[in-house]
């Protein structure tokens, strides 16, 4: 265990929801190696549930033994060659577009107050610091691109034809384009990694009074009575972060 990384406590779950018929999230929650990982199997697709479970197996088995940048590095190149494997044969064409299998992910690295964020698709990093809640991560969806590209609002976007689309996922394509973003973590900061089933059902108020709450537990656990006192229409998987 790295010394550095006794500054973290984390609390994981996940859930089928009230609708789906199977779990196609996964994740991975190594505070003592500051690692922690949530990814969405690509709904409506043939092993979707598989494809995030590699990933969380794939990353779990990553080496610790180097510094933040190699770790970070070995991420990065991990994800690039399970886009390669996924999307290999596995060639999406108008005559059998069921044959894709991919998953979202979004990935916390920390290692004393570095933390690095990374991901591909539309599960979300938040951070709550003090009392605001920030969105770290930005959607690759079609409804995010709307908003930045059209100038649409949330509201009209929304309302377009296949707006949830991903336009990146692990193994979607074969070329994968990933985002990072680094920052330096301040005591008392929360991190809040999650599947589109958890956030989709919550406000960005809701959200941030479940983690105001005293421990990574306790916060986790509001979160889900939310989702599942509602419809809970999808998967629901969620990582609190504590430092």
């Not at 500054?7 to 996940?14: G, N, P, V």
């Not at 510094?67 to 070995?74: I, Y």
Request: net charge negative.
């Amino acid at each position: 265990m790295q010394i550095s990384n006794l500054l973290w406590h984390s609390a994981a779950r996940t859930d089928t929801g009230k609708v789906r018929a199977r779990n196609e999230d996964a994740f991975l929650d190594q505070p003592e190696r500051g690692l922690w990982v949530v990814a969405d199997g690509m709904g409506g697709h043939q092993n979707g549930d598989l494809a995030s479970r590699l990933i969380v197996e794939s990353l779990a088995e990553l080496s610790e033994d180097c510094d933040f940048n190699q770790r970070l590095e070995q991420l990065r190149q991990c994800l690039h060659r399970l886009n390669r494997h996924l999307s290999l044969g596995l060639t999406v064409t108008s005559e059998n577009p069921e044959m894709l299998v991919g998953s979202t992910v979004v990935a916390l690295l920390a290692e004393g107050s570095r933390v690095a964020c990374v991901w591909a698709g539309d599960s979300r990093c938040y951070l709550l610091r003090g009392r605001q809640l920030y969105q770290l991560t930005r959607d690759h969806s079609l409804l995010q691109q709307l908003i930045d590209e059209r100038g649409m609002s949330a509201e009209e976007a929304a309302r377009q034809p296949a707006a949830h689309a991903l336009t990146r996922a692990i193994g979607a394509a074969e070329e994968l384009q990933l985002d990072i973003l680094e920052l330096e973590s301040l005591p008392g900061d929360v991190f809040l990694l999650c599947s589109d089933g958890l956030y989709q059902e919550l406000s960005h108020d809701q959200l941030s009074a479940a983690l105001i709450r005293p421990s990574a537990g306790l916060a986790l656990q509001r979160l889900f009575e939310l989702v599942l006192d509602g419809p809970a229409r999808d998967n629901l998987s969620a990582v609190v972060i504590n430092r």
